[in-house]
């Protein structure tokens, strides 16, 4: 995803795809910045409005790691 991403920047579908892969490894605040250049790019989206919400939830749980 991040390569596809790389060689794409300005594709909010592999943007959508790259901030999962981050937040899954552990990494919400990057997750959270790759998240919002997508919305940037396709701000009618809801998903990724969507997405961007669960992701800054979980980034202030209690449990997160």
Do not use: C, W
């Amino acid at each position: 995803a991040a390569k596809a991403a790389e060689l794409e920047p300005a594709s909010p579908d592999f943007l959508q795809t790259l901030p999962l892969v981050q937040f899954a490894r552990g990494n919400p605040a990057q997750a959270i910045a790759t998240q919002r250049r997508a919305i940037v790019l396709a701000p009618n989206i809801p998903s990724f409005q969507e997405q961007l919400r669960l992701f800054q939830q979980s980034e202030k749980s209690p449990n997160h790691p």
